[in-house]
């Protein structure tokens, strides 16, 4: 794929692209016709209250089970065509924890590693530098057992971020998490997208994590009720916390004009 | 893009467009070693299990196996030449179990992480479903192949009567009715939903699998009883798996045995890999995440 226009459109295609995505579970529609845009290096914010699809749609990019309608594509690269090098690119923190709870730290990690082809010798260099970066080196050879609720969370950072993705996804992640923590894992994300460039999905729906300048998407029984900037969904008038209490109380037609 | 006030976003993203692993065949070889460390490593922090793995067959040996020493003399079948002591029938059967309990056992522990989530994990890999299963397939039978030697290790004290050579020579079919139970295994627990309903496995599958089998009866003996029920223990596979390393033992090869046993592996191999494909699978068509079914 050196050179040429296909070239050219990867290298201008967004970090994440959801074109039209349904699905459905038996007669349950768990997402209609959503569509998603996260820019290259932005934090998207995706709301919505519980049981409105988000655990769906991460299912789905992370390509769990396929999309029965629609398209998802990844840095260009589409989950249905060439999902290695969709998922290559991607790193995802599941809201629920997923650590061994048995292993060490970098016995974890360096299992991750290996799903994605990255020899022992490479991934443990990288792994010290990430576990740097989330401020627990010193726990590297600690069963994940011992560690508190955050650091785990912080270790689970790490872990998506071991084979260099340039997208990461992540399920609510602050859940059940302490106010320390909590802006300890966000402070870890923020600057990984100020420094690195990271493009972000955060799923949530805390609204203390949610910046005025960050993209953000409503997403309600399945559909997306609202999209734009965090700090312009209330109109300027009310704040995104009543804004998104608005649109996810209101019946979904009166909630779709207001997008 | 449904938004115009999104800007694009900077160029810098793409700088960091770099992932660190290998997509090539080194690359598979990487991720199927590191899925066999990772279930050595589980397997070597639950000794119970082990152990417990290993008591089962030896209860069998001792004292069941010793209780029916004179109520059922065996036969002269091959691979025996001579007429054989109970123990020593039943020797090669109880190694299988233990694979067959194995295999469950790994089956379980796949339920068990796709409830935890670290299925999800797993199956965000950028390497195909067939390897990844595979390599799960290769770890658990990695295991129950050291688990059945550890149990012939201990069941020589016994007076086992299993030539040295056959020790050598039972690898392959090891490995081969590892494979078998770990296929189907991997294809169970892509059906089994919960990890509760795994009772109903050792009910419906295990035992039945066990009891109507070459492992604890000849089957020359179960014909005098009931032609209907010799028939099926012909079918079973895990008569098959018995079989072949019931001759392997004695330094012989049953070809009968072993197409069964690989034919059986290939096929629930398959069917497992479509059963865990994300657009036909189990993960699709059985109702949404957990939190989502709210």
């Not at chain 1, 390509?63 to 989950?79: A, E, K, M, P, W």
Request: aromatic share 10%; with cysteine; hydrophobic share 50%.
């Amino acid at each position: 794929m050196a050179g040429g226009p296909a070239s050219a459109a990867l290298h201008a295609a967004p970090a994440l692209d959801v074109a039209h995505v349904s699905h459905r579970f038996g007669a349950r529609a768990a997402l209609s016709d959503v569509s998603i845009t996260v820019e290259r290096g932005r934090f998207m914010a995706l709301l919505g209250p519980n049981g409105a699809g988000k655990t769906t749609l991460f299912s789905v990019i992370t390509r769990l089970y396929t999309n029965q309608d629609g398209r998802v594509s990844i840095f260009g690269h589409g989950l249905d065509r060439e999902p290695s090098r969709a998922l290559a690119h991607l790193g995802v923190v599941f809201q629920a924890r997923t650590l061994d709870t048995d292993l060490t730290v970098a016995q974890n990690l360096l299992y991750h590693a290996s799903l994605h082809g990255i020899a022992r010798k490479a991934a443990k260099r990288r792994i010290d530098a990430l576990l740097d970066r989330v401020g627990l080196a010193e726990r590297r050879d600690d069963k994940v057992r011992t560690l508190s609720g955050g650091q785990s969370r912080r270790i689970e950072i790490a872990r998506s971020l071991v084979h260099g993705p340039s997208l990461l996804l992540l399920d609510e992640p602050t859940v059940g998490l302490d106010l320390e923590s909590r802006a300890d894992i966000v402070g870890i994300v923020r600057a990984l997208v100020r420094e690195e460039g990271l493009s972000v999905l955060w799923a949530t729906h805390i609204f203390e994590e949610i910046e005025a300048q960050d993209d953000a998407v409503v997403l309600h029984r399945g559909s997306i009720v609202a999209r734009g900037r965090a700090g312009t969904i209330g109109g300027g008038e009310e704040s995104l916390e009543a804004a998104f209490r608005r649109l996810v109380a209101e019946p979904r037609d009166g909630a779709r004009q207001a997008a | 893009m449904t938004n115009p006030a999104i800007e694009s976003a900077p160029a810098r993203g793409s700088a960091t467009l770099a992932h660190h692993g290998r997509l090539d065949a080194v690359g598979y070889l990487i991720c199927l070693g590191g899925i066999v460390r990772r279930e050595l490593l589980r397997f070597f922090n639950q000794k119970e299990r082990f152990f417990s793995a290993l008591v089962r067959p030896l209860v069998w040996l001792f004292i069941f196996a010793a209780g029916f020493r004179n109520t059922l003399g065996v036969s002269i079948e091959p691979p025996y030449q001579t007429y054989v002591l109970y123990e020593v029938y039943v020797v090669p059967g109880l190694a299988v179990m233990i694979q067959l309990f194995n295999g469950m056992q790994s089956s379980l522990s796949m339920v068990y992480d796709r409830e935890v989530g670290s299925m999800k994990v797993l199956l965000t890999s950028p390497y195909p479903r067939w390897l990844l299963l595979l390599a799960k397939l290769i770890a658990g039978v990695t295991v129950s192949v050291v688990q059945a030697y550890a149990f012939l290790a201990v069941a020589w004290f016994w007076e086992t009567d299993i030539p040295t050579i056959g020790y050598l020579a039972a690898l392959p079919a090891f490995v081969a009715s590892g494979l078998m139970l770990g296929a189907i295994g991997l294809l169970l627990s892509s059906m089994v939903r919960q990890l509760e309903n795994f009772a109903s496995v050792m009910n419906f599958v295990i035992f039945p699998m066990f009891f109507a089998s070459s492992a604890l009866y000849p089957l020359w003996r179960i014909r005098e009883s009931s032609e209907t029920l010799y028939w099926i223990c012909e079918l079973n596979p895990f008569t098959h798996a018995v079989q072949l390393v019931r001759f392997a033992l004695y330094g012989q090869f049953e070809p009968v045995a072993c197409a069964v046993v690989v034919g059986t592996t290939l096929a629930f191999f398959t069917l497992a890999v479509i059963a865990y494909d994300p657009g036909r699978g189990i993960m699709a068509r059985r109702g949404g995440p957990a939190g989502d079914n709210a």
